[in-house]
């Protein structure tokens, strides 16, 4: 798979603040890669120069592989944008601001039709943008950002203004959208649910530096394997299995065992079952535990838990 988008040694600063610094980061192509961090961490800074917005002090932006400071305009042609700041113009209609990009791209009015329609704001697009609410702008941002379909699309903080049942369109509008138009998705996030459930790559941000980054999946299996285990007295059990020389630890949903290195999942449930069951204790229920971002993110040294809470 090749690079969408690629960064190498990527630094910015303002002032005597290093806001990105020595980020590399590759989005391969047809992945939704959520790029990951707090506020302030440099997500935006980074989006801003990989569409060329600001120039970095150091590095490199490749998209599709057009080097940006070399080719700006022909680097622009392959990404849509959704940045946090529309620039709508409050006195005409979304379809009217739409029809300013698209003549800017050459485009003709079906495509600005279409665009409204996949945003579900066709109803909508003849009222004027400064009566519309945050959640309107954003997917008339995106629709903007659609305009010429694109193969890549770079979306800073997409759900940011929408409603929880926005948030769920919009997600589930991210997921498919890679499947159902062959785009690569580059989008911005401070939570780690969201990620979770939009994403097939992150990136997390931390301080302007890029500390993780991968397929979601591999990094989920590239953890050790745990089993979670329900007892009639998880207090008896936690003795029982530290007695047998494990490493239990109480978790809301039970407790979770590390398996030893090389150990087989299911030798070890079969084991750790016999053990508490002949010392007189219900096991109700064991098995595998479902790894999520999160558990990837408290392997990232420095990381805070705040994002974690935040999600
Ligand atoms: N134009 C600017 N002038 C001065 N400092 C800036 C400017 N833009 C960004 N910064 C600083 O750079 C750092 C990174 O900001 P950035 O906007 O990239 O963060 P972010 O991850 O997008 O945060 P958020 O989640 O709040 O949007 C911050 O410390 C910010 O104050
Ligand atoms: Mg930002």
């Known amino acids: 798979m090749s690079a969408a988008i690629e960064t190498r040694g990527l630094s910015r600063r303002f002032g005597a ?24 961490a440099g997500k935006t800074t980074t989006l801003k120069m990989i569409l060329g917005l600001i120039r970095p002090n150091a590095g490199a932006v490749r998209v599709n592989g057009i080097d940006v400071a070399r080719d700006r305009i022909g680097a622009a042609r392959q990404v849509g944008a959704l940045l946090e700041a529309h ?4 006195n005409l209609t979304g379809r009217e601001n739409l029809g300013l990009t698209a003549t800017l791209l050459g485009l003709r009015k079906a495509e600005i039709d279409r665009v409204l329609e996949v945003v579900e704001m066709s109803a909508d697009a003849d009222r004027k943008v400064g009566g519309y609410s945050l959640g309107m702008r954003q997917r008339l941002g995106l629709a903007r950002a659609m305009l010429g379909a694109p193969p890549i699309l770079v979306l800073d903080e997409p759900t940011n203004g929408l409603d929880p049942d926005g948030i769920a369109d919009m997600r589930r509008f991210l997921r498919s959208l890679s499947e159902r138009t062959g785009a690569t998705v580059l989008l911005s ?98 098995g595998p535990r479902e790894r999520s971002l999160e558990d990837i993110y408290r392997r990232v040294a420095g990381f805070r838990s705040s994002l974690a809470e935040a999600a």
């Open 17 to 40: 603040r290093l806001a990105v610094e020595d980020l590399s980061m590759t989005v391969p192509e047809r992945a939704v890669y959520g790029f990951l961090g707090r506020n302030g």
């Open 87 to 90: 620039g709508f113009y409050g």
């Open 189 to 286: 996030s401070h939570l780690l649910g969201e990620i979770e459930q939009t994403a097939t790559h992150v990136g997390v941000v931390n301080d302007g530096r890029l500390v993780l980054e991968g397929e979601l999946a591999r990094l989920k299996a590239d953890l050790a394997p745990e089993l979670i285990v329900r007892t009639g007295d998880d207090t008896r059990a936690l003795s029982l299995l530290l007695a047998h020389g494990r490493s239990p630890v109480a978790a809301e949903a039970g407790l979770t065992v590390a398996l030893r290195p090389g150990e087989d999942p299911d030798q070890a449930a079969a084991a750790i079952t016999r053990q508490l069951v002949e010392s007189g204790a219900s096991v109700f229920a064991i």
